[in-house]
């Protein structure tokens, strides 16, 4: 069994940047996708970014393009997202994610989670 531990949220003022770190451990599969999804208050889980493991394929949704890098370690076994240039309605808890096979922004397709990471971006 995988498991996913995100770290990393915090609050923030807009402009600024904070970095996300999941660190998994435990039965990894072959090939997999991490994926970063967020959720706000009120409103659904979304696709934020995502990686293909051990391709390498990016994959960002169009909110954050430009502004949020992933980035991976493989001998850390940790994925990362560098968050620069933060908005406020960037504000919702962050979590990390796996499935086997290929990349998904469907948060349904994904059957690990980390806990998730609160952040919180001020104006």
């Known amino acids: 069994q995988v498991q996913l531990v995100e770290s990393g949220g915090g609050l923030v003022q807009a402009g600024g940047s904070l970095r996300l770190s999941c660190a998994a451990s435990g039965r990894t599969l072959s090939s997999y996708a991490m994926g970063w999804f967020r959720q706000a208050p009120g409103k659904e889980r979304e696709f934020v970014s995502g990686?293909?493991?051990?391709?390498?394929?990016?994959y960002y949704a169009d909110l954050v393009k430009g502004r949020f890098t992933i980035s991976r370690d493989y001998a850390k076994n940790t994925v990362y997202l560098q968050m620069n240039s933060l908005k406020p309605e960037d504000t919702a808890v962050y979590y990390c994610a796996q499935k086997g096979g290929g990349m998904s922004p469907r948060p349904n397709e994904y059957d690990v989670w980390g806990q998730g990471t609160q952040v919180t971006v001020s104006s």
């Open positions: 990686i293909n493991w051990p391709g390498g394929s990016k």
